[in-house]
């Protein structure tokens, strides 16, 4: 476990001594994200929930401590993001040669960084533990965001700075203060923290309620309304970094700490009582709306994905705060089914970017007979985010429409339902225009225009896995269902 988040940090290390030899660079990036992925398996295929496994770093004080755990959650994100991050190395290998980007070494030692962040937020064992890992991975990811240099890049870099910080300091902070002086404790809890130490007296729900509002506007990397502009925002970046924040990193990391926290910290069956939770619920439902309706209304693709994602987002904070089985499950599995259908988008716009520097969409016209792979691989990713089979989202969806209807939240069930029909005006026409429609240069129709190998190579793996996921969801609906199992 110690080694997940100690060979990314060695790494960050040995690519700046091979500055000046980009091969054995990229081998190093490459070798250790492999790695970290056997680790991995090999954590999961050695977990029992029956041992607990704990490390402390540090100790502050009794109670308080630097520490890590592995339970069904974090094992799950973990390999999620180990498995992405491999794919991702891979394409931006070639992404990064293909437009010669400056600054390749710095950009590997931060990729790097931001995965040993990403780590130590999974295996956290408690709330301080994560804040830390938490607003190291802000830090971390800062340079990758402002990575061009120019003052449009530092202006935009600064917006994601300053309200990811803005929100985890005045919210975040306050709300894990508050909890440890309200329960004496900040380790994550089976069945929720608040649920085994307090009493369930009306005296205590407000105080609850409160610490519930700030955790939700604390998590900004969520991207809820009205903390959400830091997310187009940060679009300025190279497109392995819009992949490695809407698919790997950052808002992954947000909405896991959402999970965490309304599981281990509130407690599935106590959450759902709470005054804060319906308003929540109702602002989550808005980010989910507002979001689609503003992506429809997006020319340049990157910042059209953004707010895509900003509303899938929403989809997982509302299984969150709806705390019961099938919303657990169907947030549960929608982070790790939207992680792989939004990077192929995102792949998808960075290989058109390269190949052929367009980034608005009304200019990508029949771009589907010059980049045939690429832009099929972008419409099976986008089945999977709209939640259409036989592509994976059909199961997440399923489960978190289940989840109202279990909860008797008649108004979320038709915003999660609008919003799936907004998710197929403003994603598959950009797919049909691709194929069906005639380009602005019809002399080079017949021209292939497809990425470089290693950047087909990981287009081609994750539109795969919305295909599999959608055969095989067996092992992603247990791993889930063990998350559950975990609340009582």
Known sequence: MQLTILMPLIATLAIRLATNIPNIRESITLVTSICLVVIIIN???????????????????????????????????????????????????GYMRKSQEQHQTRFYQYFALTMACVMGIAFADNLFTLYIFYELLTLSTYPLVAHAGDDNAK?????????????????????IIGTWLVSGSLYFTPGGLFHQTLSPSASVKPIISILLLFFIFGIGKAAIFPFHRWLPAAMIAPTPVSALLHAVAVVKGGVFTILKVCIYIFGTESINNLPATQALLYLAGVSVFFASLIAMYQDNLKKRLAYSTISQLGYITIGALLANSSSIIGAVMHMVIHAFGKITL???????????????????????????????????????????????????????????????????????????????????????????????????????????????????????????????????????????????
């Open 43 to 93: 954590l999961f295929h050695n977990y029992t929930k029956e041992v607990n496994v704990e490390v402390i770093w540090l100790e502050i004080m009794p109670g308080l401590t630097m520490s890590f755990s592995i339970e069904p959650l974090g094992l799950l994100f973990v390999l999620m993001a180990s498995f992405l991050w491999l794919i991702t190395n891979v394409y931006t290998i």
């Open 155 to 175: 202006s935009n870099a600064r917006t994601y700075l300053s309200i990811l910080l803005f929100t985890s300091i005045m919210f975040f902070l306050f709300a």
């Open 346 to 488: 995102f792949f998808c716009a960075g290989a058109i970017l390269i190949m052929t520097k367009k980034t608005l969409i009304s200019e990508m016209r029949g771009i589907g007979r010059q980049m045939p792979i690429t832009m099929a691989a972008f419409f099976i990713a986008s089945l999977s985010i709209i939640g259409l089979p036989p592509t994976a989202g059909i199961w997440s969806k399923w489960f978190l429409l289940h989840g109202t209807i279990q909860a008797e939240q008649w108004l979320l069930m038709g915003i999660l339902s609008i919003s799936s029909l907004m998710n197929v005006f403003y994603l598959l026409p950009i797919s049909i225009s691709a194929f069906y429609s005639q380009s602005h240069h019809n002399h080079i129709n017949s021209t292939s225009l497809e990425a470089p190998l290693p950047v087909l190579i990981a287009i081609c793996i994750c539109a795969s896995a919305c295909v599999i996921l959608f055969l095989f969801p067996q092992p992603l609906y247990l791993l889930a269902s063990a998350i559950i199992s975990t609340t009582s």
